[in-house]
Nanobody, 121 residues
Framework: QVQLVESGGGLVQAGGSLRLSCAAS????????MNWYRQAPGKQRELVAG???????GYTDSVKGRFSISRDNAKSTVYLQMNSLKPEVTAVYYC???????????????WGQGTQVTVSS
C-alpha cells in the first residue's frame, strides 16, 4: 500500500555533509507530519527532526544549527540536510510519516527501512 524509501546515507568524514531523502509512494490521500529518527548501536531510537504539513519544524537540541529538515509535498518527499557532521551522529536514520491512505479514515504511522550514516573521525 504505502512505502517510504530512504536514500542518501553513506560514509563521510567529520565536518562533511550528507543529504538524506525519503520518498513516500502508494495509495496516499494526504501526509501529516514527517520525521527523521536515528538509532545508534546499543541505543534507543530517537527523534532527530520533524516537519508538519504546513512547514513548521523542530529539532533535537544536539543537531540544531547543523541539520535542516524540509519537504516537497508535491513529491511526498522529506529531506534531511546534515552539515558539520560529527562521529557521534553515526547511526541508522529512519524516515517516519503519518499518512492517510486513499481508503483510510485515519492517519497511520509508516516507517522506512533505514539508511546508514557513518561519520569517520
Amino acid at each position: 500500500q504505502v512505502q517510504l524509501v530512504e536514500s542518501g546515507g553513506g560514509l563521510v568524514q567529520a565536518g562533511g555533509s550528507l543529504r538524506l531523502s525519503c520518498a513516500a509512494s502508494g495509495s496516499i490521500f494526504s501526509i501529516s507530519a514527517m520525521n527523521w529518527y536515528r538509532q545508534a548501536p546499543g541505543k534507543q531510537r530517537e527523534l532527530v527532526a520533524g516537519i508538519t504539513s504546513g512547514g513548521s519544524t523542530g529539532y533535537t537540541d544536539s543537531v540544531k544549527g547543523r541539520f535542516s529538515i524540509s519537504r516537497d509535498n508535491a513529491k511526498s518527499t522529506v529531506y534531511l540536510q546534515m552539515n558539520s557532521l560529527k562521529p557521534e551522529v553515526t547511526a541508522v536514520y529512519y524516515c517516519n510519516a503519518d499518512i492517510r491512505t486513499g481508503t483510510g479514515r485515519y492517519y497511520k504511522a509508516y516507517w522506512g527501512q533505514g539508511t546508514q550514516v557513518t561519520v569517520s573521525s
